[in-house]
């Protein structure tokens, strides 16, 4: 074979076909130790133990997860005037707590002045968008963009449940786009203040779950893990409005770019001395600090392995 061949030949392809999970899905339950119901009420059930939840999980990967529906379940979020971001006074206070793992304030700064803005009702979906969900977005459009997660492009059966990373905003808008299409409904991205009060609820939390930092409630790099895990496996860290995994797992990317809020200053870091426009990205993830579960906190996917980033959707309209 000549080099020039090279390119052209299937054994020089990057990526092989998808397999359809289909293939490898367990066909006699039995194997599991519960119904695919009774192991979804006990990856959500706090009183459970992590162990014991990832578990549960993990054979939801194998066999199907009953959780994740053509249409995605999602949660009403009562819309109005809602109060956002920080105020400038508290920027020292939160560097300070957070100085342990690197925090500075530039970083936090970006979350200043706090200010009004309407949100009108809308809907957020439970979950994450999973790698299976994505894989039918991948073999319905015959899209060639594969998660950087999925080493040498292979669809990772074995976590079909886990959220999706190391995508493209581009991509999460184009999954938006397909799943319109393909379910009659309008989705879309959430904008950076829907998700903001979807996970810090009418009371402003630090955190979805309260004021105080938790590493039993997030899966962070403070969890141990150092890996995704199953969709709602952190029961604990459930919003006020009954969303998951808005702390943790993966961080999601909003509609927004990242700008200024008004009257603040724009801060030029380093994801805009690398990148210049970028997309805002909230809720951390397993492989960041516990700071980036910050309810208020913004982010962005700093090119590189250390920030795979996923998304969920969101809609207007009552699903």
Known sequence: MRLADVPYSPHFREYAELTDPALLRLADHRLASADPASLAQRVEDPSVPLGERLAAGSVLGLVGDPRLTP???????????????????????????????????????KETPDHTVSVPDFWICTYPVTNEQYWKFLTDTGGQSRP??????????????????????????????????????????????????????????????????DPALANTRESGLHTTSPVGAFPGGRSPFGVLDLAGNVEEYVQDD??????????????????????????????RFGDLTRTRRRHGAFPGPLYPVGFRLATSVRP
């Open 71 to 109: 249409v995605p379940a999602t949660r009403a979020v009562d819309g109005g005037d809602i109060r956002r971001g920080l105020p400038p006074e508290e920027v020292a206070a939160v560097v300070a707590r957070w100085s342990h793992v690197g925090v500075v304030a530039d970083w936090i700064e």
């Open 148 to 213: 950087t997660t999925w080493y040498l492009g292979a669809f990772p059966w074995d976590r079909s449940n886990h959220p999706v990373a190391g995508v493209t905003a581009a991509d999460a808008d184009a999954f938006a786009e397909w799943l319109s299409g393909s379910t009659g409904h309008p989705w879309r991205l959430p904008t950076e203040a829907e998700w903001e009060y979807a996970a810090a609820g009418p009371d402003r939390l630090e955190f979805p779950w309260g004021d105080t930092f």
């Open 258 to 287: 990242y700008a200024p809020y008004p009257g603040g200053r724009h801060v030029a870091d380093h994801l805009v001395e690398t990148m210049g426009t970028y997309r805002v990205a909230r809720g951390g993830s397993f492989c």
